[in-house]
């Protein structure tokens, strides 16, 4: 079976071409060929000596997820539905802005979390992604979108937001980014890639030891009974130490604080009494935060924050000192904005038939 050359990072792709009897410098050359050019035909790569070309159509592929559907948004936003397997597709969004393009990446179909107020955790959970499905979400986006006029590629920031909790698909998390990462690949910046985790304490400390990028913590409430309720993972690994976590991996991390994300539930967690506890429990770590305005979803009892909640809210932090911003809503119209995306999932949890059967 051919090799998908999207599966290996510049360390296992020196290592696949030695076992081929190539020199190092010719892995460095190919990565360059897939990632920086977002080639995939091998006989277009012209400085590889035709014998290796030969070599490559016939034991090696570059093969991303492939594009089920696309919907764009009245603002933009475009977001992809990309088959990867055995009846399962994950959604991969961008949202261009001004000046940047930031590329919501999936790292696993379905979540097994089940955050109380997420769209993605109601579809259950099938498996993790392959290290070639989480960066083929990202050579998928710039090829199709096509370079910007000053001839660069339009992905300018990664977040690992999208389906799934990165840290509990660890190896092939990171393998992706080492890709993001590597000049001779996509030569982002660390403070450009962003990891979000709902605090698996354990591989938090792993990524700080191993590949530091800027981390976005799902918090969404200020004590353990209430975080409970809405982030279940937190009864193995409860906000005390989610927060000495935090300080930990401040001590090797691109950027001097962590970001805080806080999604905005009516009468749930958005009183000033709430704010008030968020201060308290943050105190030690240095911090922003990032409101989020609640996005509905079917079968949802939850509902948005209004404008003067969040505001209110809002002001606690900031008067305290913390930045805070609000999200703003992007690509709600297409089902593409924080917390809706469902993709499709064979569910292995039966999660789906579970909550049928309470339904009923």
């Known amino acids: 079976m051919a090799e998908n050359l ?28 897939v990632h920086k050019s977002g080639e995939a035909d091998f006989d277009a790569m012209s400085d590889l000596a035709l014998l290796l070309r030969g070599k490559l159509k016939l034991q090696a592929c570059v093969q991303a997820p492939k594009v089920v559907r696309e919907e764009v948004s009245a ?44 769209s993605t955790g109601k579809q259950g959970f099938n498996r993790n992604l ?25 992905v300018t920031n990664v977040v690992m937001m ?14 992706a980014l080492h890709l993001m990462l590597d000049d001779n690949a996509y030569g982002l910046s660390r403070r450009r890639v962003t990891v979000s985790t709902s605090g698996i304490v354990p591989a938090m400390d792993r990524l700080r030891d191993e ?23 937190n009864r193995k690994y409860p906000l005390r130490e989610l927060m000495a976590a935090c300080q930990r991996y401040l001590e090797k991390a691109p950027r001097d604080f ?78 593409a904005a924080c917390g809706q995306l469902a993709g499709q999932v064979q569910d292995k949890t039966r999660r789906v038939h579970r909550l049928a059967e309470v339904r009923v």
């Open 162 to 175: 999208g389906m799934g909790e990165p840290l509990l698909n660890f190896d092939n998390t990171v393998s």
């Open 6 to 33: 999207l599966n290996f990072d510049a360390q296992r792709l020196t290592e696949w071409f030695a076992e081929m009897g190539e020199k190092p410098f010719r892995a460095r050359q190919v990565l360059r060929w």
């Open 258 to 335: 962590v970001t805080f994300e806080y999604v905005m539930l009516e009468g749930v967690n958005d009183s000033e009494k709430n704010a008030r506890e968020l201060l308290a429990l943050v105190s030690n770590v240095p911090c922003k935060f990032n409101l989020i305005p609640f996005n509905p979803f079917p079968q949802t009892s939850f509902k948005r924050s209004s404008s003067d909640t969040v505001h209110r809210f809002r002001d606690v932090l900031m008067q305290a000192g913390i930045v805070t911003t609000t999200r703003k809503v992007r690509g709600d119209d297409i089902a």
């Open 75 to 118: 603002d933009g936003t475009r977001k992809w539905l990309l088959d990867v397997g055995t009846g399962n597709a994950v959604e991969t969004v961008f949202i261009p802005e001004i000046d940047r393009g930031t590329l919501c990446v999936s790292t696993q179909a379905g979540c097994a979390l089940d955050c109380a107020f997420c």
């Open 130 to 154: 392959s290290t070639a499905e989480i960066i083929g979400q990202l050579w998928w986006a710039n090829r199709e979108i096509g370079r910007n006029a000053d001839g660069n590629w339009p």
């Open 211 to 233: 590949c530091p990028v800027a981390l976005a913590v799902s918090l969404h409430a200020p004590n353990d009974t209430l975080r409970d309720m809405l982030v279940p993972v």
